[in-house]
């Protein structure tokens, strides 16, 4: 697997990206060699972020901890995107195959000089797949929402956790 490691605001020691790497390689014995692991460390005040997002045969897995000690929230986030794989184990090998999903294209941050401020730009091909494909994909972003093409339908279709913890549908017409 390989592994990108970026610092926002923190200094990247020898000793931080060394251990991030042993940590993150203990999850190669779920992806193939093909798999790409982005690591980000981030400082607020005295808390330190951990993001990893992890891209593989068009997969997205990601999971996000914060902790006082950056090596506390490496393991952290580690043990994250374990449960998520271990918790979807079986439905990522019964219901996905190899190309439903793909990757997000590059972040562009814009910014327009109206009343609303956008603060970040996302792009990336829609493809098709079920809404229960869907849902899993968006649980495995940790995500409120997701849009998808629906392949039974073939029409741009968003799924949405509600706040009773089930899944809304929305069609377009």
Do not use: C, W
């Not at 006082?68 to 929230?73: I, L, S, V, Y």
């Not at 490496?74 to 793909?102: H, M, P, S, W, Y």
């Not at 994909?137 to 997701?146: S, V």
């Amino acid at each position: 697997m390989k592994v990108n490691i970026i610092g926002r605001k923190v200094e990247i020691t020898d000793k931080l990206r060394n251990i991030t790497e042993k940590k993150i390689e203990k999850l190669s014995k779920f992806f193939k060699d093909d798999a790409e692991a982005k690591v980000t460390f981030s400082e607020q005040k005295l808390d330190k972020t951990v993001e990893v997002t992890i891209f593989q045969s068009g997969m997205i897995y990601r999971a996000e901890e914060t902790d006082r000690d950056e090596f506390a929230a490496i393991d952290n986030v580690v043990d994250v995107i374990e449960r998520q794989i271990r918790k979807n184990k079986t439905r990522l090998e019964k219901k996905l195959r190899e190309t439903a999903f793909t990757a997000p294209a590059e972040i562009d941050d814009a910014e327009e000089e109206t009343e609303f401020k956008i603060v970040k730009t996302k792009k990336y091909a829609v493809k098709p797949m079920s809404p229960d494909e869907a849902i899993l994909q968006m649980n495995l972003l940790g995500h409120e929402f997701f849009l998808f093409k629906n392949s039974n339908t073939d029409e741009n279709n968003i799924v949405y956790k509600r706040h009773d913890g089930n899944y809304g549908l929305i069609e377009t017409e």
